[in-house]
């Protein structure tokens, strides 16, 4: 439904009087065609087929019956989610870290890309390749070096708490510790590729208002805060507006691996992402993990939608479409 | 123009290079001491602990993974099948379709551009997705299942089309007066043309392939089909049953303590992530190109 509208108001933007002949497919538009046609089917059956599949979530899936098969519960699947206060801790957690990570990621890259930008070029690109390092690494590795420093009896942090006597933590036990791990955690793998995006924008700013602004007399300083972050607001708007709308979707890897997929830490690094690959993988509750997935996606792109909205009444230029 | 831009003079630098040096290590760090821990003799970790610096040197670790090294191989194998077949493929596939959306005479650009990016807004979830693979397209214990689901995004054909719309379609029309089929001047001109674009994408495509566990996670349970990252994860967990089961172990008559756990669990990270820690670097610059390449907006 949304689609056919989509696709119409997108018809009518396009507004060429052309277009009102009755369009008829040359032959050069059914050769391109059949250049797409695989990659329509790929994106109609691992798109839409699962859209289509939402339905489980109003039904009491079993797989011997089927989707078609299985009977219709109605809303009891959210309900049952909804009724239980895991609800409130996996929605709470899913968009406090997203809001969270976004605001210390996008504060530590520019800062960063604002020094690379002030050093000269040669020592600039080594210092990007070392922080570009952790971009490349798997959450799983990262799940063994995280276990490296928080490890009770052999980890690097516990060795150092005793050798200045203090006590040794329990860090996998103890789940008041873990946004500041996940935090850290998430900054080092995302810096190096934050801080290369803004840096990216920077270089690409006209080096002619650097000069005026050096003929005037300004500051290094000054001319970070007039110029150079006024002229990445865009690019911030745009990663803001992109973050808005995966609010609702966590980084499953950081929160199941680097936890170590500590039942005991569920409450504080539980996401949804991982909700509900629990009830799908580990308790079997296939339906009410659909369910759960539907709100996600529900949510999320009401979100974006939203947040598009918003964006492009204050400037156009900033908005994703 | 950086050079000429600096104002602030030396004591700054020497402040603004601090900063680095200091990040760098605090980077490095983890590295550095898996590294440590892998060539560290287990008793003596279980006397010290991990530490940069190996209390009592030792390669028993690496020796022990070495001398079977059947399932690491096999590890290898599958993963290097699976980014080499689906890097390729997500390229085709990718290059195609983006190149028929950058065609701005194709007749039915608009619908087809709504019909890719719509997905990138709303999707079924995990469950539908599981399901699917499962029940209908009967995946489950196949390599495909860690090939098929990331072989297209939305995101990379937006790249791609960038790249191609950039082509001046003049070239295209004469191509087309010489009498070429749609099919020959996609495949003999323009993946040739196209060949930055194809370069960075497919790094990024192989990257996601090489570092894929999620689907592995679902979708493999047969030994002989995990890929490396997988490999990882079961090594993790068979680790903690052993440890939580004591009385297990001592029912099957395993001597725990002649096993290097901690040292060897550390020397198969690095032999699983090491050789992509070595060879990824050496691509930052086209990573950084790529950027450039799909620049967002302004």
Partial sequence: MRQSEAVLSGAAAEGRPKSRRKPRLRSSDKELSLLALPAAIYIFVFSYLTMFGVIIAFKNYRYDKGIWGSEWVGLANFEFFFLTEKAYIVTRNTVLYNVWFFIV??????????????????????????????????????????????????GFINQVLQAFGAERVRWYLEPANWPAILTVAHLWKSIGFSALVYYAGIVAIDPSYYEA??????????????????????LITILLIMNIGSMFRGDFGLHFFVSGNSPLLYNSVDIIDTFVYRALSVSGDTSMAAAVGLYQSLVGFVLVVAANYVVRKINEENSLW | MNESALKGGRVSNAIFHL?????????????????????????????????????????????????????LLRAYGNTIFITV??????????SMVAYVVSRRDYRLRVPLTVYIFFTML?????????????????????????????????????????????????????????????????????????????????????????????????????????PLQLLLVRIMNTLDFLRNNSEYIQSLGLDMSQLPNESMRMALVILVAGPMMFIFPFFQKYFVQGMTVGSLKG
Avoid at chain 2, 26 to 46: H, N, Q, R, Y
Avoid at chain 2, 157 to 167: C, D, Q, R, S
């Fill in chain 1, 213 to 234: 602004a050096r003929i005037d007399g300004a500051t290094r300083f000054q001319m970070v805060r007039k110029i150079t972050i006024p002229m990445l607001a865009p």
């Fill in chain 2, 122 to 226: 709303f999707s079924g979830g995990l469950v539908p997705f599981y399901i699917l693979m499962t029940q209908y397209l009967h995946l489950k214990d196949s390599l495909w299942a860690i090939i098929l689901p990331g072989m297209l995004s939305p995101f990379y054909v937006l790249i791609m089309k960038g790249f191609m719309g950039k082509i001046p379609h003049e070239l295209i029309e004469s191509t087309k007066v010489d009498g070429a089929s749609e099919r020959r001047i996609f495949f003999q001109m323009i993946l040739p043309l196209s060949t930055p674009a194809l370069a960075t994408l497919g790094l990024f495509i192989a990257f996601n392939y090489w570092n894929e566990w999620f689907n592995a996670l679902l979708f493999i349970d047969n030994d002989k089909l995990v």
């Fill in chain 1, 105 to 154: 990621t996008t504060l530590c890259a520019l800062l960063v890309a604002v020094l690379l930008n002030e050093i000269s070029r040669k020592w600039s690109k080594y210092y990007q390749t070392v922080m570009f390092l952790p971009t490349f690494v798997s959450w799983v590795v990262i799940m063994y070096l995280a276990e490296i420093f928080l490890h009770h009896d052999y």
């Fill in chain 2, 19 to 71: 900063f680095f040096v200091l990040l760098s290590i605090g980077i490095l760090a983890p590295f550095l001491l898996i590294v440590s821990v892998s060539l560290t003799d287990e008793k003596a970790l279980a006397e010290f602990g991990y530490s940069f610096i190996p209390s009592r040197f030792s390669l028993v670790a690496y020796d022990f993974i070495l001398q079977s090294p059947a399932a």
């Fill in chain 2, 85 to 94: 077949i689906g890097t390729v493929l997500s390229l085709l596939l990718t």
